[in-house]
């Protein structure tokens, strides 16, 4: 009797323990994210905003319980665009405990790419270079290649240019980088995109392009589409005024009329070209704070709460970052909703899953984010801006590249 | 030679064998032994992160890629900025056997020792053939013509699509007798093969430097001309002196190949190249102890002035570059004031405190 009074009382005991156990709220974790770019060396110029940018939306994150009293931890460190640099900030993130990752340059992204596929962590890169996704599983582009951002720019040029094919030079890095989007845009011409390509320049370290704009034009190029990053653009942009071979006017006869994508344009390239950057065609996914947009007045909004200053709250490459971020969130977010571990093969996982109807909104973009096993080029969707009286405004709606899918 | 064969205050040589023996002492050659045994037994006691372990190894292959520029600058007097092209020829031609015959191929993976031994060889070929100026050339003409092998050689690999245009170009990951080296024990697997070629190459280098090819090296420098006299051949020193740092190099590149996992450009430009001839100069010049005290006291330096830098980085704004200066300040100012201060390097600091330690407890 004595036995069975005991083994009552333990039930009982053991009961309340499980009762009271269940009604205490889950401990809060915190997830941790490694972020390594350049914030200082070269491109510096781009890293610098890009790191606030995904620093303040983590912080938004937490100070708005996005994920609940969950906390997210984004460990930032420099690499200075050096490839071994990134690397040991890469392994000092593992010994942390990263759960997924944010890389920044393309020299990294495909050095590194093996140990993101050994270690199977989620990655996503402020590099759009599509050569990053050849035998590769874990790395997520933001948005849309390098290689479909140009051809999409050609494909504008083909629908909007008057009389006989297109003649096009190309203005690029002297780097994987740069190089990435030839290749894809002459297998673009061989599938049928009607424009001649004239001209690869890579350019060096040039403080004078005379010779080269002089050629072009004796060549009668008359598109110019730019690949790098903003200082030789704007360089090339106060010869090409110096010179008058710029064009006034989208396609002006006689004239040579510059486009380009992602990295080469912003408020930067304003600042370097000045009145010179009039006209200058631009593409990119993201939306600008120059244009009144919900993702605008968000992006305005974060800068202020967190101090940042106006050279930073209106560069495109903060949207860039707080975008990454953004992605990250909403996988952990996901993730969590559904009752699963953050743990990268579930981040993975739900990346993947992220298409459809589940695709993701965010409003810093043009376009959804739609990632699958088979396509891991986030927002799809182009927007085309110009330079308008010193801004970067909105020109014609957005629009995807047709022949990019082709070639893929 | 002194009759108390572990301690010896002084010199007390009688022969020139006497003069040459490595360890002067049983005292020098027992601390030596424990200090090996010390380098080899702390890893298995210590858990070290990955990161700094990433660091040591790296420290410790910029000391292969030293002791040869230290042979060939410091010993022959032979000035060359193109070292990291030397090393860079050796990481390379690890990658273009893994571009022909794919990187997870057993000759990579399997027979890496030969492959580091190969990449050494190759090298060595490179360099006596940069070499080859220095028959008619000498000081900074000759520094011009080993300047002008690395921007050939950066320009080669950005170039050729074969090298995938400096990109990287993967390595596989090496077998050991207990299977394939995984991540968990890469760095420290690593760690124990760059130790065991270091202690090769010293061993190596030490050896060379009591024959008499190591002193016509030395004789060379301090004057060709007389080198020429006492019937050496000045012309063949200078090209096999250049031949010996691109091996030690072409080492160095091959093993470091391994250790990143791959080979891109952006590891052997000339910012490297000259970043070697500080650590040699740093280290001391015609040392061979100076090519572990360089390497040492330059990559600290870079660790710490990268954390500074990315601190600056937090705080000023990217239009000032204020903390991409700061890498760039940081270097030149220890070159400068080395070279001001301590033209003899950090050995010779060493060559003091063993000096002072030779007689102690008395006054130094």
Not at chain 1, 10 to 29: E, K, N, T, V
Not at chain 1, 328 to 343: C, F
Request: glycine content about 8%; some cysteine.
């Amino acid at each position: 009797m004595k036995t069975n009074k005991k083994v009552l009382i333990c039930y009982i005991a053991a009961s309340f323990i499980l009762f009271a156990a269940a009604l205490q709220p889950a401990a809060a974790q915190t997830y941790k994210i490694g972020l390594s770019l350049a914030i200082t060396g070269p491109t510096s110029d781009a890293g610098v905003p890009y790191s606030k940018g995904v620093e303040d939306y983590f912080k938004y994150a937490n100070d708005m319980k996005l994920l609940g009293d969950d906390k997210l931890d984004c460990m930032i460190k420099d690499d200075a665009y050096k490839t071994d640099v990134t690397k040991r900030n890469f392994e000092e993130f593992l010994d942390q405990g990263i759960e997924l990752y944010l890389n920044y340059s393309t020299g990294s992204t495909l050095g590194l790419k093996k140990d993101f596929e050994e270690e199977k962590i989620p990655t996503l890169p402020a590099s759009f270079h599509a050569g990053n996704l050849d035998d590769s599983n874990y790395i997520f582009l933001p948005i849309v290649s390098y290689s479909g951002q140009l051809i999409g720019l050609a494909e504008y040029v083909t629908k909007m240019h008057q009389g006989e094919t297109p003649k096009v030079a190309m203005f690029i890095h002297p780097s994987a980088f740069g190089r990435g989007p030839v290749e894809d845009l002459k297998k673009a011409v061989e599938a049928g995109l009607n424009i001649e390509i004239v001209e690869v320049v890579e350019h060096g370290k040039d403080l004078d392009n005379t010779a080269m704009l002089k050629r072009l034009s004796s060549k009668g190029v008359q598109y110019v589409f730019c690949h790098t990053v903003q200082s030789p653009v704007a360089t090339m942009l106060k010869d090409a005024q110096r010179l008058d071979v710029a064009a006034s006017k989208f396609g002006e006869n006689g004239k040579m009329t510059f486009l380009g994508i992602h990295y080469t344009g912003g408020n930067d390239l304003i600042a370097l070209a000045g009145d010179a950057s009039e006209n200058f065609f631009w593409t990119t996914s993201y939306t600008l704070t120059s244009e009144d947009t919900d993702g605008a007045r968000i992006q305005l909004e974060m800068a202020k709460k967190y101090g940042r200053d106006d050279k930073i709250a209106n560069s495109h490459n903060y949207t860039n970052g707080i975008m990454v971020a953004q992605i990250a969130v909403e996988a952990i977010r996901r993730t969590k909703a559904k009752g699963k571990k953050i743990v990268r093969e579930n981040l993975y996982e739900e990346l993947n899953a992220m298409n459809g109807m589940n695709a993701f909104y965010p409003v810093t973009t043009v376009g959804p984010v739609t990632y699958s096993k088979t396509d891991r080029q986030g927002v799809d969707t182009l927007q085309l801006y110009k330079v308008k009286n010193g801004v970067f405004r909105s020109t014609g709606s957005t629009f995807t590249s047709e022949y990019y899918k082709k070639i893929q | 030679m002194a009759v108390n064969r572990w301690l010896a205050t002084g010199n007390y040589f009688t022969s020139y064998r006497d003069e040459q023996r490595i360890f002067a002492t049983h005292l020098n050659r027992l601390f030596f032994f424990a200090f090996l045994c010390c380098l080899f037994v702390w890893p298995l006691l210590f858990e070290v992160s990955n990161k700094y372990m990433l660091v040591i190894d790296n420290i410790l292959i910029a000391i292969v890629a030293i002791i040869g520029l230290n042979l060939l600058t410091g010993f022959a007097g032979l000035i060359s900025i193109g070292h990291a092209a030397f090393v860079g020829v050796g990481a390379y031609c690890l990658a273009s056997f893994a571009r022909v015959i794919g990187d997870e191929h057993i000759l990579i993976t399997h027979a890496w020792p030969v492959m580091i031994i190969l990449s050494g060889l190759l090298g060595a070929v490179f360099g006596a053939f940069v070499g080859l100026p220095a028959l008619r050339l000498k000081h900074l003409y000759l520094a011009i013509a080993t300047l002008s092998f690395q921007m050939i050689f950066e320009w080669t690999i950005n170039s050729m699509t074969f090298f995938n245009q400096g990109q990287t170009i993967s390595v596989g990951r090496v077998f050991w007798f207990t299977g394939q080296v995984m991540r968990a024990d890469h760095y420290v697997f690593w760690y124990y093969v760059v130790l065991t070629v270091i202690i090769i190459c010293w061993f190596m280098a030490s050896n060379l430097l009591r024959t008499r090819y190591g002193r016509s090296l030395i004789a060379v420098r301090d004057n060709d001309r007389a080198a020429d006299a006492m019937g050496m051949h000045p012309g063949l020193t200078k090209v096999y002196a250049f031949a010996l740092g691109g091996f030690f190099a072409g080492v160095a590149g091959a093993l470091h190949a391994y250790l990143y996992r791959g080979v891109g450009i952006e590891s052997f430009t000339l910012h490297h190249s000259i970043s070697y001839l500080a650590m040699a100069i740093v280290g001391g010049l015609g040392t061979l102890n100076g090519s572990f005290w360089g390497p040492l006291a330059i990559r600290t330096l870079d660790l710490q002035v990268d954390n500074l830098a990315e601190k600056a980085g937090h705080i000023f704004s990217a239009n000032l570059s204020l903390a991409t200066a700061l890498r760039p300040l940081a270097f030149g100012l220890v070159i400068v004031l080395f070279l001001m201060f301590e033209p003899r390097g950090i050995a010779n600091w060493w060559r003091i405190v063993k000096s002072y330690t030779k007689l102690w407890p008395f006054k130094y």
